[in-house]
């Protein structure tokens, strides 16, 4: 497959139906759903796998293989993009602090994406598991049967950007002064305490749901937006897939459920809003986030002890 997919601009026909056709898997792991889509409005049906996962847990990576080794799809799709496609090498390590200050300031990487790898290798610690594991076990597996692997992420350069055009003047001043005053309030014990207790959940999706109860928009460009962009780029293996199994954080499944048969406009999620002059806050706050890299794990803490 082939990543220029992601340039089209509409999608092949759903199976007709308004509700997504989603069939129970008794011998599979609780978080997974399967759900039906035909590449042509009379053709087959094919079947996609969504797979659940916690990013930082032992049984994803247990499940991810169950589920492949019981499937046997043709294509197994991630929740990653290029710009993250490191995640998947063996002797992946993050990146301290000054060199993910010199790989943004070199322009050799965008930072979200170090933080975000930054962040999950810190939760990782808490837990014993080392960040995308579940990603390279699904790439073992798929290399066990022969099956393909596609990147079915949106770039995150578009989504960090789009985020940070989304937010008002006065709500970019108040995320960085919040990032700052989360990033050194929490104490790391305690973080790590908190983790351990909830090796099943999708941390970063959780910790996104509770920065939008204040920053809406956030809802909307990290965790929309990209639901959608995944359910087209699943789409687009259709044609060339009768089975499918696609590893996603479990946060996802159920706003991918819910648009699984919604007309999808990729070019616009595509989009990559123009900078506009002034003062350069999206600097201030990439550089607030690497100094503050486990700000999303920090931010879930602190709603959780109110």
């Known amino acids: 497959m082939s990543e220029r997919n992601a340039e089209a601009s509409t999608d ?56 492949i080794r019981t499937i046997k799809p043709q294509i197994v799709v991630l929740e ?42 810190c939760v990782a610690d808490a837990l014993e598991v080392a960040p995308g594991e579940e990603f390279r076990v699904a790439l073992r597996e798929a290399q066990q049967i022969g099956a393909k692997i596609m990147l079915g992420d949106r770039l995150v350069s578009i989504t960090l950007a789009r985020t940070w055009a989304a937010l008002s003047a006065w709500q970019k001043i108040r995320f960085v002064f919040e990032l700052l005053i989360t990033g050194i309030s929490v104490p790391s014990q305690e973080i790590e305490k908190l983790l351990s207790s909830m090796e099943e959940a999708d941390v970063l999706t959780d910790a996104i749901k509770e920065m939008g109860a204040t920053y809406p928009s956030l809802l909307e460009t990290l965790l929309r937006e990209r639901n959608l962009y995944m359910v087209h780029q699943l789409r687009q293996c259709a044609p060339w897939a009768d089975r499918v199994v696609a590893v996603v954080g479990a946060g996802h ?31 201030i706050v990439l550089l607030t986030s690497a100094c503050s890299a486990v700000f999303l794990a920090a931010w879930y803490v602190r709603a959780r002890r109110r």
């Open 253 to 283: 499944l159920p706003g991918m459920r819910e648009c699984w048969n919604a007309e999808i406009d990729v070019a616009e999620l595509n989009s990559n809003p123009a900078e506009r002059r002034g003062p350069p806050w999206g600097r």
């Open 80 to 121: 990653l993009c290029s710009e993250r496609k490191q995640l998947l090498y063996d002797n992946f390590k993050a990146a301290s602090t000054k060199e993910m200050y010199e790989a943004w300031r070199a322009g050799r990487t965008t930072l979200l994406a170090v933080v975000y790898s930054y962040m999950m290798s």
């Open 12 to 67: 092949t026909q759903p199976s007709g139906e308004d509700d997504p056709p989603v069939e129970s898997t008794p011998d599979l792991p609780k978080l997974v759903s399967l759900l039906k889509w035909r590449a042509e409005p009379f053709g087959p049906e094919k079947s996609f796998y969504l797979v659940g996962t916690a990013h930082v847990s032992k049984k994803s990576c247990q499940d991810v293989e169950k589920v």
